[in-house]
Structure formats: C-alpha cells, structure tokens
Nanobody, 127 residues
Framework: VQLQASGGGLVQAGGYLRLSCVAS?????????LGWFRQAPGKEREFVGA??????????ADSVRGQGRFTISRDNAEKTVYLQMNSLKPDDTAVYYC??????????????????WGQGTLVTVSS
C-alpha cells in the first residue's frame, strides 16, 4: 500500500481545509481501515481519527471529537480518504499523515497498529 496525502496549506484561524489521501497498490482499498494523525512541531505524533474499511464507522480523538470540527470520510471507488477540518485553530498547525491498518483495534489510534504511512502534508493555521 502506498499512500499520498495532499491538501495542506496556510489558512487563517476559523478557516477550513480538506485533506485527501490517495492509495495505490495491489491490495484492495476496502479491506483496510484508514487513520489520520498529526505531528506538531516539537511534539509526538498523535491520533486524529479513523474510519472503518466499509466507511460505516468513524472514530475521533478526544481532542477533536467533542467539537465536531473534523470529519473523516472515504471513497472506496476512488481509493481516497478525506479529512475535512473546519473552524481551524492555530493549535491545529501540524503535519498531517494518513495511514492504513489491518488491525481490528485500529480505532484505538495506536501508531504501532498502522502499517503504511503517507508522507504527510503541512497544515499551518495563522492567528
């Protein structure tokens, strides 16, 4: 599985971005879960959210779930997973990564349960 993330950029606080991650490779896209992670400068990589192989279930980290600002979706026909981010804050500034997982507990967001990673796309939110 190869993953290519895109869609990052510079946005003002309160703005929005939609990140995309396109998969390629022999493995069927609909057989694995996908997650989004982010890594802010000087901090560890953290889980943002994940979506099940069938797109029937989504899970979000506590840091974003209650606010409803982030939404993960996927289009299995297009082999693409999306991260819609609204009402962006300066604290959302980070490199965002997509990753794939065959683990049955992918929703826990543990990095070790994700097998393949995209290269990351930088999101910068200015105040």
């Amino acid at each position: 599985v190869q993953l290519q993330a895109s869609g990052g950029g510079l946005v003002q606080a309160g703005g929005y971005l939609r990140l995309s991650c396109v998969a390629s490779g022999r493995t069927s896209f609909s057989t694995y879960a996908l997650g989004w992670f982010r890594q802010a400068p000087g901090k560890e990589r953290e889980f943002v959210g994940a979506i099940s192989p069938s797109a029937g279930s989504t899970y979000y980290a506590d840091s974003v779930r209650g606010q409803g600002r982030f939404t993960i979706s996927r289009d299995n026909a297009e082999k693409t997973v999306y991260l819609q981010m609204n009402s962006l804050k300066p604290d959302d500034t980070a490199v965002y990564y997509c990753a794939s997982s065959y683990s049955g507990t992918y929703y826990r967001g543990h990095l070790s349960e994700y097998d393949y990673w995209g290269q990351g796309t930088l999101v910068t939110v200015s105040s």
